[in-house]
């Protein structure tokens, strides 16, 4: 795979910008990257190198890649690796590369009334909330994050039901998630680029309470809808974004992004796998 993006972006370095101008596709992107400012940051730069708009659609994961296998984007920014892979498998998309990753955060009240700073795992540290019965709010909008968490709450033996009444599904999107658990008092598991980009709305509301276990871990990839499936998926110009992501021009610039106390909100890692 590698060395096709490689061949690709040889050949269309040495093509000139202008052939692309007037260009555009469509991104389904999760959340996260436009919430933190990542693609505000990073699609002007984009253009200015090959010539082409990116209109983006900030939705969850879940809904992108059905806006994908639907042939309604040209190309996806997710973060769901396994299903990702799957879906390439499958035949709805093709191309992908592996991005940027940074990871899950679970956040709660200052007090953390769960107890939740004395534990180690995500997995204890939703038991702990369960038993507690302390306020936990979840996206609840099948997003990558959502996914996660409902990973985390399988891995403790039962997910919440209809009668848990400390459970709420917010159905929103991660800064507005953040908002409402902010303004209860709650629980939530975020991303953690979303999080430092929301972190000053909501102090001292909240604050992080579990961190840096390896099962965090947030990878994101993009890839381009299968032209075969959609003949109008413009997939030349959707490819050049997905190698521009990929290259050192793009891997630098997301690395350079950073929130306002300089805290770098993403990490690049094209072809680390």
């Known amino acids: 795979m590698h060395k096709k993006i490689i061949l690709f972006f040889l ?12 260009e555009s596709i469509t991104c389904a992107s999760a959340t996260s990257a436009v919430n933190s400012g990542l693609l505000g940051y990073l699609l002007p730069i984009f253009k200015q190198d090959t010539g082409i708009d990116v209109k983006v659609l900030s939705v969850g994961t879940s809904e992108a890649l059905e806006l994908g296998k639907q042939g309604k984007v040209d190309v996806v920014l997710v973060h769901d690796r396994d299903l990702e892979i799957q879906l390439v498998d499958e035949g709805y998309f093709i191309d992908r590369e ?5 990871d899950f955060v679970i956040l709660g009240p200052p007090n953390d009334p769960a107890g ?7 997995f204890e540290a939703f038991k702990k909330i369960r038993n507690s019965e302390a306020l ?25 039901g209809r009668t848990d009444t400390w459970y ?12 409402i658990a902010a303004t ?3 629980y939530t598991l975020a991303d953690r680029a979303t999080w430092l980009a929301m972190r000053s709305k909501v102090l001292p509301a909240l604050e992080i309470v579990l961190e840096n276990d390896p ?5 994101y990839g993009t890839m381009v809808v299968n032209p075969e499936n959609h003949k109008q998926v413009n997939y030349q110009s959707a490819m050049n974004f997905v190698i521009w992501l990929s290259s050192p021009a793009g891997q630098q610039a997301i690395g350079d992004f950073r929130d306002t106390m300089g805290n770098a909100l993403f990490t690049p890692n094209a072809g680390a796998f």
Do not use: V
Not at 11 to 22: D, E, F, M, N, R
Not at 98 to 102: A, E, K, Q, R
């Open 215 to 219: 099962g965090l871990h947030n990878q």
């Open 168 to 179: 709420h599904s917010a159905n929103l999107d991660m800064a507005q998630t953040i908002t």
């Open 136 to 160: 936990f709010i979840s996206r609840g909008d099948n997003s990558g994050t959502n996914m996660r968490e409902n990973r985390i709450w399988a891995s403790t033996g039962r997910m919440p």
């Open 11 to 22: 050949l269309t370095l040495s093509l000139p910008c202008s052939i692309h101008a007037g």
């Open 98 to 102: 592996d991005i940027m990753y940074n």
């Open 116 to 122: 939740l700073k004395r534990i180690s795992f995500p």
């Open 184 to 186: 209860q008092q709650a």
